[in-house]
């Protein structure tokens, strides 16, 4: 199975000069976890992600509406290729211990991986794999 086959193709964007209120905000409205930073082009600059947020306010005691998300986020994320396997994005992510990788295609980002996609996959790929078994083991 390969990334653009599992990838989720509405991204969530914001500009790296919003708020994190902005930001945090945008998450609630669209129900994701991170917005991606892009620049002109689709070119990916950054990720922003709830945990970023959180500790940014919370840990470091930074006002969400006075901070920015290019002072919070994750500039130059590790990404995965379109065409990767999703054994490779288990490996990426689990190196990087990161649980969302955004996914490029020719330098522009073009879809978003989670860990929760990858498990969802798998866990359909599994009971796929469990029906046949079934079919097979019937007298």
């Not at 990788?101 to 796929?128: C, M, W, Y």
Request: overall charge negative.
């Amino acid at each position: 199975m390969m990334a653009r086959q599992i990838m989720r193709k509405d991204l969530v964007t914001t500009p790296s000069t919003a708020s994190l209120h902005e930001a945090a905000r945008q998450m609630i409205e669209h129900n994701v976890g991170s917005v991606l930073i892009m620049e002109e082009g689709w070119k990916l600059k950054g990720i922003l992600t709830d945990r970023d947020i959180a500790l940014a306010v919370a840990a470091n005691v930074k006002d969400p509406k006075t901070t920015w998300v290019c002072d919070v986020m994750t500039q130059d994320p590790v990404t995965i290729n379109a065409d990767a396997d999703i054994d490779s994005a288990i490996r990426i992510m689990h190196r990087a211990h990161v649980k969302r990788l955004p996914v490029v295609e020719n330098g522009r980002a073009v879809g978003f991986i989670s860990s929760d996609d990858i498990a969802t996959a798998l866990k359909q790929q599994f009971d796929q794999f469990m029906e046949i078994e079934g079919a097979y083991a019937r007298p």
